[in-house]
C-alpha cells in the first residue's frame, strides 16, 4: 500500500491506497510496461532489473489486479462453489446445515493451498448476472433434473466438476461421488441386525440422482429380503413440516414401523418431534438412523446412527477434478469417496450386540479412491 492524501473538513489528512504498477515503476525508476513485463515473466528484460522490480513491488506491498491478470492469460486463480440453495437464500438452510460448511471450509482450503481465491455463488435467475463474474471453474453440489446452474455454466462455458451425479448424465466422469447404495444398504443391513422388521425411508423427493439411488436401494433390499416397503418421499422445503407430517402419519400406521431411515440432515428435526409427540422412545420403541451425518444427528437425544459421507475429502477429489480440467487433461473417470457408518444409542436395541461393539463406533464402508 502506498500514502495518499485526503481533504476532509479537518484538513488533509494521509490514507492508504491500493499499489499500483505505476507506483512500482516510479519507485523502480523504470516504465510501467517494463514493471508489467518484469512480473508476468514476459519481455527481454535483464535479470538484475527484473529482480530490483519484484523486490520493489514486494516493498510496497503490490499485488496483481486478479480481473486484469485473467483477461491477458486466460485464468483469473478463482474458482466458483455452487451449493444447492434456494432462489431466496435467507430461507435456505444449506448455508446452516453441518455437511455443507464441512465441504465448504474443506473446499477454501483446497484451493487457498493453490492461492486460487474460493466464490461461493448465490443463487441467480440467468447467467447474465454470473457474466461479469471472474470465474475459471466451477464445483456444483448435488445438482438435479434439468439444474439451472448446470445449465447457466454450460452457456457460459465454464468448466465444471459436480459433487454427487448429474440425474441427466449420470456417467459424467467429471463427478466426485459417495455410493449411495451401499450407504443404504449398510444402514438397512444393520437395522436389520438389530431386530428391525418394518424399515421405513424418509427420500427427499424431486431432488437429485442420489435420492434416486436411496430410493432404489431400498426398494432393492426390501425385495431381496421380503419387507413390506415403507418409503415416503419428504419436501426439503419446509423439510420440518413436511417430515414431522410423514412420520406422524408413518407411526398412526398399523403395523407401525419399528425403525426409521432418514435420508437427508434437515428432516431429523421435525422426524424427532413426531417421534416424541407420538409418545415412543428412542431406541426402545423406535430405532432411528440417518443417511448424512451433521449436527443435527450429534445433538440429538439420543445420538442417532448416521454415515459421515466424508465431505472433507469430497471437497479435495473435487478441487483437483477441477484443476486437471482447467489443464486440459483428460478425464480418468469419476471418483467415489467411501462412507463410514458411525454407529450410536438410536440404532442399538439388543444387549448382546451392544456388548460386542460399543455404542459409538465407526464402520468404514468401502476403500474407495482419491
Known amino acids: 500500500m502506498v500514502l495518499g492524501n485526503l481533504q476532509n473538513r479537518e484538513g488533509t489528512v494521509a490514507v492508504a491506497r491500493r499499489t499500483t504498477i505505476r507506483d512500482v515503476a516510479a519507485a523502480a525508476g523504470v516504465s510501467p510496461t517494463t514493471v508489467s513485463h518484469a512480473l508476468n515473466g514476459k519481455g527481454r528484460i535483464d535479470p538484475r532489473t527484473r529482480a530490483q522490480i519484484q523486490r520493489t513491488a514486494d516493498r510496497l506491498g503490490y499485488q496483481a489486479n486478479r480481473i486484469a491478470r485473467g483477461l491477458r492469460s486466460g485464468r483469473y486463480g478463482v474458482q466458483a462453489l455452487w451449493l444447492p440453495t434456494e432462489q431466496d437464500p435467507a430461507s435456505s438452510d444449506a448455508l446452516l446445515l453441518d455437511y455443507y460448511m464441512r ?20 443463487p441467480v435467475g440467468s447467467s447474465e448476472k454470473l457474466v461479469p463474474l471472474p470465474t475459471d471453474g466451477a464445483i456444483v453440489v448435488e445438482p438435479t433434473d434439468d439444474d439451472p446452474r448446470l445449465t447457466t455454466l454450460r452457456r457460459l462455458d465454464i468448466p465444471t466438476v459436480t459433487i454427487e451425479r448429474n440425474p441427466v448424465d449420470p456417467d459424467d466422469p467429471w463427478c466426485v461421488a459417495s455410493d449411495t447404495g451401499d450407504e443404504i444398504e449398510t444402514l438397512l ?174 464402520i468404514d464402508l468401502g476403500t474407495g479412491a482419491l
Do not use: C
Not at 103 to 122: C, E, N, Q, Y
Open 189 to 362: 443391513e444393520h437395522l436389520d441386525s438389530e431386530g428391525a422388521e418394518r424399515i421405513a425411508l424418509l427420500v427427499p423427493e424431486a431432488m437429485g440422482a442420489w435420492s434416486k439411488e436411496q430410493r432404489e436401494a431400498y426398494g432393492s433390499w426390501t425385495e431381496r429380503h421380503g419387507r413390506v416397503g415403507l418409503a415416503r418421499s419428504v419436501s426439503m422445503n419446509s423439510a420440518y413440516e413436511s417430515a414431522d407430517r410423514t412420520v406422524h402419519s408413518l407411526l398412526r400406521s398399523h403395523p407401525r414401523p419399528d425403525a426409521i431411515v432418514i435420508g437427508a440432515e434437515r428432516f431429523v428435526p421435525g422426524t424427532m418431534h413426531a417421534v416424541a409427540g407420538a409418545g415412543l422412545s428412542v431406541p426402545g420403541d423406535l430405532l432411528v438412523a440417518v443417511a448424512v451425518d451433521g449436527n443435527h444427528a450429534r445433538s440429538s437425544a439420543p445420538p442417532l446412527t448416521a454415515v459421515d459421507l466424508q465431505p472433507e475429502r469430497q471437497a479435495v477429489a473435487a478441487a483437483e477434478l477441477l484443476w486437471r480440467r482447467l489443464d486440459g487433461e483428460e478425464p480418468q473417470g469419476q471418483r467415489t469417496i467411501p462412507v463410514i457408518l458411525k454407529v450410536r444409542e438410536s440404532s442399538r436395541r439388543l444387549p448382546s450386540a451392544s456388548a460386542a461393539r460399543g455404542i459409538g463406533d465407526a
Open 103 to 122: 465441504l465448504a471450509s474443506a473446499m477454501t482450503k483446497a484451493f487457498f493451498t493453490r492461492g486460487d481465491v474460493v466464490m461461493l455463488i448465490p
